[in-house]
Nanobody
């Protein structure tokens, strides 16, 4: 049974940093792509990072490039999302998701490609 547990959210001041965790179980972790998405109230779900099979080729949209870092610890079946220089507009519920990678092992940027989702962790950034 595939399970993803996101954690690490909280209330942070603007300019601060936070590292979110996504603990996975029920599948061969290093064979899957992991994505991080966020959704603020009234907004659509937005992809903020993903990483391919065995941690290859991390992807970041331009909107977060340089502030977000995704990395995995295969020994712990956990993927992390480090967020630096937090801004109030980063306030959202952050979700991790897992899915088989692309044919060459990369991750998918689109949320609809992800088969399994965690429950989300709320990040609130105060100004």
């Amino acid at each position: 049974d595939v399970q993803l547990q996101a954690s690490g959210g909280g209330l942070v001041q603007a300019g601060g940093s936070l590292t979110l965790s996504c603990a996975a179980s029920g599948f061969t972790f290093e064979d899957y792509a992991i994505g991080w998405f966020r959704q603020a109230p009234g907004n659509e779900r937005e992809g903020v990072s993903c990483i391919g099979r065995s941690g290859q080729n991390p992807y970041y949209p331009e909107s977060v490039k340089g502030r977000f870092t995704i990395f995995s610890d295969n020994a712990k079946n956990t993927t992390y999302l480090q967020i630096n220089s937090l801004k109030p507009e980063d306030t959202a519920t952050y979700y991790c998701a897992a899915t088989p990678p692309t044919p060459i092992g990369n991750c998918w940027s689109q949320a609809f490609m992800y088969q399994h989702w965690g429950q989300g962790t709320l990040v609130t950034v105060s100004s």
